[in-house]
């Protein structure tokens, strides 16, 4: 559940008060179809300005900060578990918190290329079957909830488990963090 704060009440009473304007200044119009169609019309604008700015309010009112993540592999499963805490750090209470882990692998980083990463002779993989080829994805990208009804100023730990592909080296690991 997401929280309204206060200045999204008052937001949602001005975007209801702008409506209502519309709709008194709307009524001069004689003809019912226009009359109608300018209601219609202030809805959909109204509506819509009050929808896009309850995104904005939150990400300007719920901050969320990821304060420490680590990360160590379990070979024997074949997993990669994260620890880390989230911290509030803004005024109001956040109502969920997920964390995005993108691993990448085998990143080619700018200005560092090499041979092996541009061209990679196929040899004998050309014989072998492309469903194993297309079943190795190069990355994987996973969402998680990671702190749900945070209190301003607050700290909660997490820890989450995710599989990691055995054939994967040189993994680049991509953490974002997303509060409303």
Not at 117 to 132: A, D, Y
Not at 145 to 168: G, N, S
Request: net charge positive.
């Amino acid at each position: 559940m997401t929280y309204f704060t206060i200045i999204h009440w008052l937001m949602l009473l001005f975007f209801l008060a702008l409506f209502i304007l519309l709709v008194i200044v709307s009524r001069k119009e004689s003809r019912p179809n226009v009359f109608w169609s300018m209601v219609f019309a202030s809805f959909l604008v109204t509506s819509t300005a009050a929808v896009f700015s309850m995104f904005v309010l939150d990400k300007y009112t719920k901050k969320g900060k990821l304060l420490s993540i680590e990360n160590h592999r379990i070979l024997r499963t074949e997993e990669i578990v994260f620890k880390g805490k989230v911290a509030n750090v803004g005024k109001f209470t956040i109502g969920k918190c997920k964390l995005t882990v993108k691993m990448i692998n085998n990143p080619v980083e700018a200005g560092k290329l090499s041979g092996g990463q541009i061209f990679k002779p196929s040899g004998l993989e050309f014989f072998k079957s492309k469903e194993k080829k297309e079943n190795r994805p190069n990355t994987i990208e996973k969402e998680f909830v990671v702190a749900r009804d945070l209190k301003p100023r607050e700290v909660q730990p997490f820890t989450i488990r995710m599989h990691y592909p055995p054939y994967f080296s040189k993994t680049r690991l991509i953490y974002k963090l997303y509060c409303h």
